[in-house]
């Protein structure tokens, strides 16, 4: 074939030593291990410890990861795209420090942000920049040290989000594999539901702001909750639906990591069996920009050649969205 697709072709991951676990949030909140469980499948998660450690740690460790599993030569990296609501700082990019750290010294580099939904639409964009034909290699990270902005006594919170990474490289394919459609969404009526109030340009950081406990995350979980059922399921609907996709040609959901409920709920509409939705909710809770990419590296070793892969996320804004993603190897 002389068409050009995009395909995932390598991936690493990192996720910091420090667990979070439900017994452990039974001793900073009101809550515990069984109410936890049941309502988000989440039994532990894992925290970024250590002085001005940030998101950009946690890229360059999967970048390293996935560089040293795949042989490739950081040099030869055309681009590097990190997506992520945590950034090390404003302004200067997470992904521009990233990329002269791993030594990608021919690569551009601009950071993503759409909360949980942003490697979904990292994948967007790297499959359209090696499509074109220009670049042959695109290095995609999803990280977020979500410990950086949650109130850890606020228990609606504190129970779900975790910190880590996951990386994974796109080249150009002519076999037919990688990238085949995508089916993106965003909705401002999210805008309310799942935010930080302050530290924007709309209520810059004061003193007030900072008493006022305005820089973590709030979520009015019960409606978040309903658009990302009703998301989720109905994007992965539609891609099966205009690919002619089946619950017996579909091989694997990959879905963001939220809720378990969520991903159930998910994976029902599509007729889909539970052996076919890859899950790890319960080790890393939701680790926003990371989950989908961790999700690959945690079961590489399951996806063969030629596999149908359904990806679907949804975040705060709203934004959400599936991808259809044909698997292009076998790992070694």
């Known amino acids: 074939m002389n068409t050009i697709t995009a395909a995932i072709t390598a991936v690493g991951a990192y996720v910091p030593d420090f ?24 039994k532990e998660r894992r925290i970024l410890k250590g002085d001005r450690l940030g998101t950009s740690y946690m890229c ?37 420090f990233v990329a002269t750290q791993i030594g990608a010294v021919n690569a551009f580099a601009f ?12 994948m967007s964009s790297a499959s359209a920049y090696i499509q074109s034909g220009r670049y042959k290699k695109v290095l995609l990270i999803g990280a ?17 989000f975790g910190d880590g990474a996951g990386a994974v490289l796109f080249e150009p394919n002519h076999e037919g594999l990688g990238f085949q459609d995508e089916y993106l969404r965003s909705d401002g009526i999210g805008r309310e539901y799942l935010k930080i ?32 059922v009703t998301g989720m399921a109905d994007v992965s609907e539609k891609i099966m639906q205009r690919n002619n996709l089946t619950k017996d040609n579909v091989d694997w959901l990959v879905a963001h990591q939220a809720n378990k409920r969520i991903i159930d709920a998910t994976a029902s509409r599509m007729e889909l069996d539970e052996e076919k939705v890859l899950v790890n909710i319960e080790k890393y809770g939701n680790t926003t920009s ?16 030629g596999d149908n892969l359904i990806f679907a996320a949804f975040g705060g ?9 044909k698997w292009a190897y076998n790992k070694q």
């Open 111 to 122: 950071d993503i942000q759409a909360a949980c939904s942003g490697f979904l639409y990292g």
């Open 290 to 305: 990371a989950t989908l990419p961790l999700l690959l590296n945690d079961f590489e070793h399951k996806l063969k050649k």
């Open 144 to 160: 977020d040290k979500m410990s950086s902005i949650i109130d850890y006594t606020d228990r609606a919170t504190c129970i779900i």
């Open 197 to 228: 109030d302050a530290g924007g340009s709309i209520l810059p950081a004061s003193k007030e702001t900072v008493e006022n406990r305005q820089h973590y995350v709030f979520q009015d979980g019960k409606t978040v909750f309903k658009y990302a």
């Open 19 to 42: 667990v979070l676990s439900n017994k452990i949030l039974e001793t900073l909140v009101d809550t515990n291990d069984e109410w936890i469980t049941t309502r988000t499948g989440i």
């Open 317 to 325: 804004g709203f934004t959400w969205g599936s991808i259809y993603l």
């Open 60 to 96: 360059i460790k999967a970048a390293e990861d996935l560089i040293k599993k795949s042989g490739i030569n950081p040099a030869d990296i055309d681009l590097v795209l990190v997506a992520t609501t945590t950034p090390d700082m404003p302004v200067a990019a997470t992904s521009v």
